[in-house]
């Protein structure tokens, strides 16, 4: 019976750390080098587990996505008031931007002339947008709300309403009141839905 490899789980431990070197130095400005020294390895073996940086900064944009999931897989499973769509907002208007993680995607924004980043971003954007469309339709099912704006597009506008709220966050815009007041108010108002 051949041994299990070790190099998945070497990748989920070293993740989080080549994340926070990306997220620190951006995509450009990381070396394989830092990576490694940040790791506590030697470059080989991050190269044993990845073939380049890119790969690494790709695993980074799928464990962005991941992290949030596990976050709000954990947030909806503990009762609380609201609908669920209410408590991911709530608690993105309190935690958004904590672990730097939006400077990941805004360097691989910077980097969507190279198709597998633009892949790995539209992937992970879609990814998004799906969790989303659940959570407003969720909000809204049972609801009586009139004429109501399209979920998907809902979906990508709260997408875009966190965007911004991390590019306040990025360039001290605002400050974290108005910026939690921003992603709340706003916020519902898109989730209820409702259009004239």
Known sequence: MPRPSLANDKRRELIPVIARAFADLWYRRTTTAELAKRCK???????????DKKAMFIATISYVYELAERTWAGLLDRDGSGSSAERVLDYESRHLGEFGHSRIIFAGLSETDDPEVRRALARMYQRYQRFVVEQVASHRDGRSHGKEADRALTA????????????????????SRDRRRLMKEMGRLLLDGRVS
């Open 41 to 51: 390895v030697q470059e080989n073996i991050l190269y044993r587990l990845w073939p």
């Open 156 to 175: 990508w506008a709260l997408i875009g309403l966190g965007t911004v709220a991390s590019i306040a966050l990025e360039m001290k815009l605002l400050g």
